[in-house]
Nanobody, 120 residues
Framework: EVQLVESGGGLVQAGGSLRLACAGSGFSFENYAIGWFRQAPGKEREEVSCIDLSDGSTDYIDSVKGRFTISKDNAKNTVYLQMNNLKPEDTAVYYC?????????????WGLGTQVTVSS
C-alpha cells in the first residue's frame, strides 16, 4: 500500500524557517518524483516544488525560488522541503504527492497534508 506522510508544519513568524518532510512507503522510491503542493483557503492547489527521485533534478515556482530548497534521502525514502524567509502568503496546507515526472503531470497518491501558518 502506497503511503505518504507529511510532517514538520507549524506556526512561525514571517522571516522564519520550517522544514517539511514527506516519508514514502509501499513503492520503489527511486522510480518516481515527489512534488510539494500547497493549498490556501479559497485557492486552488499549486505545485510549489518537485524533485526527480532518480536523478535529483528539481523545479520551483518563481515565488519560492531562493527561499525554498527541496532535497531527498533515498535511503530513508524521504523528501524534504526547507522553507526559509517565510512570508504570510506561504500560509497553506502543504501536501506531498507521488508523481511520474517533475514538474508533475498528475499525482497518483497524496499525503494528508501539514499546516503551515506564517504570522506577520
Amino acid at each position: 500500500e502506497v503511503q505518504l506522510v507529511e510532517s514538520g508544519g507549524g506556526l512561525v513568524q514571517a522571516g522564519g524557517s520550517l522544514r517539511l518532510a514527506c516519508a514514502g512507503s509501499g513503492f520503489s522510491f527511486e522510480n518516481y518524483a515527489i512534488g510539494w503542493f500547497r493549498q490556501a483557503p479559497g485557492k486552488e492547489r499549486e505545485e510549489v516544488s518537485c524533485i526527480d527521485l532518480s536523478d535529483g533534478s528539481t523545479d520551483y515556482i518563481d515565488s519560492v525560488k531562493g527561499r525554498f530548497t527541496i532535497s531527498k534521502d533515498n535511503a530513508k525514502n524521504t523528501v524534504y522541503l526547507q522553507m526559509n524567509n517565510l512570508k504570510p502568503e506561504d500560509t497553506a496546507v502543504y501536501y506531498c504527492g507521488k508523481t511520474w515526472t517533475c514538474p508533475s503531470s498528475g499525482v497518483g497518491y497524496w499525503g494528508l497534508g501539514t499546516q503551515v501558518t506564517v504570522s506577520s
